[in-house]
């Protein structure tokens, strides 16, 4: 009769073997590696996680119950797992690699861990570390051939496969046990020099750099000074460790400056350069719901004693030129922080020009990459408001409300918005039913005042993430009051009506009898999904439903419309 350390050993080893017999039975191991010459094995890392009767070996781990408390104690002690039951189950990875560690199945460098639930609680083990120094060495001789041909050397966009490779590989400690910072701060720079005339593939690129020095950061930066814990967020909390202290070259701190197109230049960087680097990332070009981690990694690195943390987070990054991000003139001045995404405007003198002068600093920091989910912090004396309701009365809103008085300034206030008009940004200073896409409130008063910016509030509807925002309802029952509803009007109310919410009402069915407007609203639909088309008429008739009622009763061309709206609507 077998056991149950018996049974558990028999289910732990065939979860391995079948694991690895699955991956063996793979027919595009070549074809994966290819590639890239970036790529020397698909896998590296597996991870066994013992539960009795459901026990699994995978490649993938997301970590969702590391940290948890298990609720059914193991029958095994730390003791045996670590000194029987571990040993044996590396014989068995041992085995099946000794036979495929020259294979592109298996990378570099390979780990096998483990998750136990035990007598004293969970245990997590790393049970073996495998480094295939041939591969290793090829690899390195890849990664500087590629560094100095595709980037040092080269002119061409680069591809995104390789750098989610390179990002990673010039972080590894295995690679590069000695971190030449400033070598690999430069190649991502390259990186992004490279790719920069292709927006959306620069941001891919951006993405790969960004996570691989924020993994850095996390995982192995600032584990050395801080004690970590993950909150009940997921997210990071971090104790000083006691005596932690952080070496710096003051030289090369007094050192940093930036080139003339505002790229840090770090001559002999050290570590915490590349935390920095990570933070400005963030900070630029991520989401705005990821900004915190960049302020994060600043204050960290304040803690630790960097005079250089300590000057970004009162005067910047230094991603900018001195001139670039303070203005003082006699009408205006504006300073700009972008670890803050913060811009203060003193008007000193209330006339078009202060504000020309302010519209034109603004517009000029978000060409540069300034963060487009900033907010101004505004002295004034001024206290104009767009005559909508529901928006919040922030310096931001009032700063726009009060250059909106200028017709002067209608062009540039346009060129600002369609600047900052950016899908899953939002202005800083607003929250929940109140939060707004960087552009609302210039696009939002040029609209109601001007038909020849129709066309810019149509874009920026466009643009507006309709799940996270709910302040375009707002402007569009400003929009009617003030515009009306008619043929100029149409097009723009239909694009706006297409990311209204269901809370929405207009009363402008007697507007409708136009049978002009009434063929323009009908123009403006053909060619919606039937899905959208009901959403545009929904806040004017509410259920299609009553559209039918309209028509039975109409006349003619009328008629004609009504059931082309029906039609248009899949009824």
């Given at each position: 009769?077998?056991?149950?350390?018996?049974?558990?050993?028999?289910?732990?080893?065939?979860?391995?073997?079948?694991?690895?017999?699955?991956?063996?039975?793979?027919?595009?191991?070549?074809s994966v590696v290819k590639r890239t010459t970036l790529q020397m094995g698909?896998?590296?890392?597996?991870?066994?996680?013992?539960?009795?009767?459901?026990?699994?070996?995978?490649?993938?781990?997301?970590?969702?119950?590391?940290?948890?408390?298990?609720?059914?104690?193991?029958?095994?002690?730390?003791?045996?797992?670590?000194?029987?039951?571990?040993?044996?189950?590396?014989?068995?990875?041992?085995?099946?690699?000794?036979?495929?560690?020259?294979?592109?199945?298996?990378?570099?460098?390979?780990?096998?861990?483990?998750?136990?639930?035990?007598?004293?609680?969970?245990?997590?083990?790393?049970?073996?570390?495998?480094?295939?120094?041939?591969?290793?060495?090829?690899?390195?001789?890849?990664?500087?051939?590629?560094?100095?041909?595709?980037?040092?050397?080269?002119?061409?966009?680069?591809?995104?496969?390789?750098?989610?490779?390179?990002?990673?590989?010039?972080?590894?400690?295995?690679?590069?046990?000695?971190?030449?910072?400033?070598?690999?701060?430069?190649?991502?720079?390259?990186?992004?020099?490279?790719?920069?005339?292709?927006?959306?593939?620069?941001?891919?690129?951006?993405?790969?750099?960004?996570?691989?020095?924020?993994?850095?950061?996390?995982?192995?930066?600032?584990?050395?000074?801080?004690?970590?814990?993950?909150?009940?967020?997921?997210?990071?909390?971090?104790?000083?460790?006691?005596?932690?202290?952080?070496?710096l070259n003051i030289e090369t701190q007094a050192g940093q400056h930036s080139?003339?197109?505002?790229?840090?230049?770090?001559?002999?960087?050290?570590?915490?350069?590349?935390?920095?680097?990570?933070?400005?990332?963030?900070?630029?070009?991520?989401?705005?719901?990821?900004?915190?981690?960049?302020?994060?990694?600043?204050?960290?690195?304040?803690?630790?004693?960097?005079?250089?943390?300590?000057?970004?987070?009162?005067?910047?990054?230094?991603?900018?030129?001195?001139?670039?991000?303070?203005?003082?003139?006699?009408?205006?001045?504006?300073?700009?922080?972008?670890?803050?995404?913060?811009?203060?405007?003193?008007?000193?003198?209330?006339?078009?020009?202060?504000?020309?002068?302010?519209?034109?600093?603004?517009?000029?920091?978000?060409?540069?990459?300034?963060?487009?989910?900033?907010?101004?912090?505004?002295?004034?004396?001024?206290?104009?408001?767009?005559?909508?309701?529901?928006?919040?009365?922030?310096?931001?809103?009032?700063?726009?409300?009060?250059?909106?008085?200028?017709?002067?300034?209608?062009?540039?206030?346009?060129?600002?918005?369609?600047?900052?008009?950016?899908?899953?940004?939002?202005?800083?200073?607003?929250?929940?039913?109140?939060?707004?896409?960087?552009?609302?409130?210039?696009?939002?008063?040029?609209?109601?005042?001007?038909?020849?910016?129709?066309?810019?509030?149509?874009?920026?509807?466009?643009?507006?993430?309709?799940?996270?925002?709910?302040?375009?309802?707002?402007?569009?029952?400003?929009?009617?009051?003030?515009?009306?509803?008619?043929?100029?009007?149409?097009?723009?109310?239909?694009?706006?009506?297409?990311?209204?919410?269901?809370?929405?009402?207009?009363?402008?069915?007697?507007?409708?009898?136009?049978?002009?407007?009434?063929?323009?609203?009908?123009?403006?639909?053909?060619?919606?999904?039937?899905?959208?088309?009901?959403?545009?008429?929904?806040?004017?008739?509410?259920?299609?439903?009553?559209?039918?009622?309209?028509?039975?009763?109409?006349?003619?061309?009328?008629?004609?419309?009504?059931?082309?709206?029906?039609?248009?609507?899949?009824?």
């Amino acid at each position: 009769m077998s056991t149950l350390y018996d049974q558990a050993m028999e289910e732990m080893i065939t979860t391995i073997h079948e694991w690895f017999d699955e991956q063996e039975k793979r027919d595009d191991l070549e074809s994966v590696v290819k590639r890239t010459t970036l790529q020397m094995g698909i896998f590296n890392d597996i991870v066994l996680d013992y539960r009795p009767g459901r026990t699994t070996v995978d490649s993938l781990d997301l970590g969702l119950d590391d940290g948890l408390k298990s609720k059914q104690a193991g029958a095994f002690t730390e003791e045996q797992v670590r000194n029987e039951i571990g040993p044996k189950l590396v014989e068995v990875v041992q085995g099946r690699l000794d036979k495929l560690a020259n294979t592109p199945l298996i990378d570099y460098r390979f780990t096998f861990r483990g998750k136990f639930p035990t007598t004293e609680g969970r245990l997590q083990l790393m049970l073996l570390e495998c480094i295939n120094e041939e591969k290793r060495q090829l690899l390195l001789e890849r990664i500087h051939s590629y560094a100095d041909k595709k980037l040092e050397h080269g002119t061409y966009p680069t591809k995104r496969l390789e750098s989610f490779f390179l990002t990673s590989h010039l972080l590894d400690p295995k690679l590069f046990p000695e971190l030449d910072v400033a070598w690999t701060i430069r190649q991502y720079d390259r990186i992004q020099e490279l790719n920069h005339g292709r927006p959306d593939a620069l941001a891919e690129h951006r993405g790969e750099i960004t996570r691989a020095v924020t993994g850095w950061a996390e995982n192995q930066f600032l584990p050395q000074y801080y004690d970590v814990q993950s909150s009940a967020y997921r997210t990071n909390e971090y104790s000083l460790k006691p005596e932690a202290t952080l070496q710096l070259n003051i030289e090369t701190q007094a050192g940093q400056h930036s080139d003339e197109h505002g790229k840090q230049q770090t001559p002999g960087a050290q570590p915490i350069d590349l935390l920095l680097y990570a933070a400005v990332m963030i900070l630029r070009f991520e989401p705005s719901y990821s900004k915190s981690k960049g302020v994060t990694f600043l204050e960290l690195a304040k803690q630790l004693g960097c005079p250089r943390a300590e000057r970004m987070m009162t005067e910047g990054s230094g991603t900018y030129a001195k001139e670039d991000i303070h203005v003082k003139t006699e009408e205006v001045e504006c300073k700009a922080n972008d670890v803050f995404a913060l811009m203060t405007i003193h008007i000193r003198k209330e006339e078009a020009s202060a504000y020309q002068q302010a519209l034109t600093f603004i517009t000029h920091l978000l060409k540069q990459g300034f963060p487009k989910s900033y907010k101004i912090k505004l002295k004034s004396s001024v206290k104009q408001y767009l005559p909508i309701k529901g928006l919040a009365k922030s310096d931001t809103h009032r700063f726009f409300a009060n250059a909106l008085e200028y017709p002067e300034l209608y062009p540039l206030l346009e060129e600002y918005a369609r600047e900052a008009i950016q899908e899953f940004e939002f202005y800083e200073d607003t929250e929940g039913e109140k939060s707004c896409m960087p552009g609302s409130y210039a696009t939002f008063g040029l609209g109601l005042v001007d038909e020849r910016y129709f066309p810019l509030v149509e874009y920026y509807m466009g643009e507006v993430d309709d799940e996270h925002q709910l302040i375009q309802d707002k402007f569009i029952a400003g929009f009617v009051e003030k515009q009306g509803v008619t043929s100029q009007s149409v097009p723009a109310l239909v694009a706006s009506l297409r990311r209204a919410t269901d809370s929405l009402k207009l009363k402008i069915q007697p507007e409708l009898e136009n049978e002009e407007i009434l063929e323009q609203l009908v123009r403006q639909i053909q060619g919606l999904e039937h899905y959208e088309v009901e959403r545009v008429l929904f806040p004017i008739f509410g259920k299609v439903e009553k559209i039918s009622t309209l028509a039975r009763k109409a006349e003619g061309r009328r008629k004609e419309l009504l059931l082309e709206l029906l039609q248009a609507a899949g009824k």
